[in-house]
């Protein structure tokens, strides 16, 4: 009984060297590999929550999609609920959760591996020698062999292993040579394998995990990037439906005014005041103004198709048989303009500068690896044992943990192999990599600055435009109403006054188009700068 509890005792440590080792080792690499801050990456989740999170409640009430007819819709309720039901984003918010799991691959490579093998065999043979003291021999072996396995982020390796044997026969001739039957034979070992040039250093060995991080990371700046896209075309989609209402009422507004006009000549011809030619030209001009009148609902039925489009509604092909009616008008306030600000703001929240700043870091840690890589690789290797034998299990158990009998080596391993051209290549490849990641990210700085000073500039002159074809408009009216005058007067001709109606349907489709370009330029600008989704006050 005492053997058995010193046996119990002995395998008890031997787990708990097991069990705890890997768990100290786990904590030294969390703490030689600091973790990023941690990313929202559950964006598929997210986005299908936003348009409910984000809208109050008032506001969520006015977007019935289960209703026949037509469907009032502001814009940012199109913004919510493109970005919670485009698909390119839902495609996009894959990327980060998959590229998640790269971080966990790539922290296995440090994961203690542990092993258990239990052997017996058992070998009867005849016997040719009366002096075996027996006519049949039989051998038995038991054996019970653990092992644990590990790679450190300092560039070390460890093997912890136990095996037990037992031998037992009752043949003379097969007696172990210890002298023991049965014999108890226990071996605990300890080596560990640093290496002290090629792979040494955390830096080197945790490479692929902070690459694995900043890859992750960039699929969030990218996933950024599309619903960013996705607004900026939600805002200009919305803004040209508006543009393709109002511009149709235009037209219709122009179709009454010529038809107002062939009403007046055909009266003045009755009066013979007129010729009837007056009367033709009116007709003409008001057919012409039919024209336009069937080009413009068309046009406002193609605005409304890329509107649900983008936005990709819920419901289906009830939607597509909707009509579409923007709950805005597109409002024309003047927004202060900085350049320089705007610049800066950019080269902060861009997210494709913020990717490439990631892909330079990680060129980086390649060409890091890669340069260690160079170096020849020198080992050392240490080895530790405590050794068992006896003829019980109590009796093994007590040498082994005695501390009597033990084994030591110690030896250094050089390794170059010579020439080292795959090292070299290696290097040379990262190196240009790294380089070529540079200039990209140096290009990528000169266009976004160019980006944004070319918004700015649209904005700028997009004010002015307003403004001017708000005064060409006012000068329109006044005009065709002082030549709607002189005709009623007599002193002009038909011809003059549509020529004017022509002029100021002109001038009111310009200025409606002016102001509908300069909110579809903020958006613009707001996107040159990554903060388009900021400005919208959505968060992924």
Known sequence: MAALQRMICSWTISVICVAVLPTIVAGAEESLVPPLEPTRVEVSDTLRRLAVQSMPPAESSRVDLTEVGELRLSLREAVLLAVKNNLDIVIAGYNPKIKSQDIGIAKAVFDPTFSLTLDANRTVTPTFNVLQGTQVSIIENRDVNTSLVQKLPFGASYTLSMTNNRYDTNSAFAQPPNGFNPSYKTFL???????????????????????????????????????????????????NLVFAIENLEVHRRSLRLARELEDLNKARVRAGVAAPVEVTQAEAQAAARVQDVILGEKAVKDAEDQLKLIVNF????????????????????????????????????????????????????????????????????????????????????????????????????LTYPLGNRSAR???????????????????????????????????EADVRRVEATKAARALAEEQLRVEQKRLEAGVTTTFNVLSFQRDLAVAQASEIQAITTYNQDLANLEFQKGTILEKNQLEL
Do not use: C
């Open 189 to 239: 070992n300890l080596s560990i394998t640093q290496d002290l040039l090629k792979n040494f250093g955390v830096e080197v060995n945790t490479a692929p995990i902070r690459i694995a991080r900043n890859d992750q990371t960039i699929s969030v700046t990218q996933l950024r990037q599309q619903a960013n896209q996705v607004i900026t075309n939600v805002h200009n989609a919305y803004w």
């Open 425 to 459: 290549s290696a290097f040379t490849q990262a190196r240009l990599g790294h380089d070529q990641a540079g200039t990209s990210l140096l290009n990528l700085k000169r266009q976004i600055i160019s980006q944004v000073r070319e918004a700015v500039r649209r904005i």
């Open 314 to 413: 819920p419901d289906g092909e009830r939607v597509w048989a909707r009509t579409v009616l923007p709950a805005d008008t597109a409002p024309f306030e003047v927004a202060p303009m900085n350049a320089d600000a705007s610049i800066q703001e950019a080269l902060e929240k861009r997210p494709d500068y913020v990717a490439a700043k990631l892909t330079l870091k990680n060129s980086d840690l390649n060409l890091r690896v890669a340069r260690n890589q160079l170096l020849p690789s020198l080992q050392f290797q240490g080895n530790v044992g405590l050794n068992g034998l006896k003829d019980s299990v109590g009796g093994d158990l007590d040498r082994l943990t005695s501390g009597d009998f033990t084994q030591w080596s110690a030896a250094l391993v």
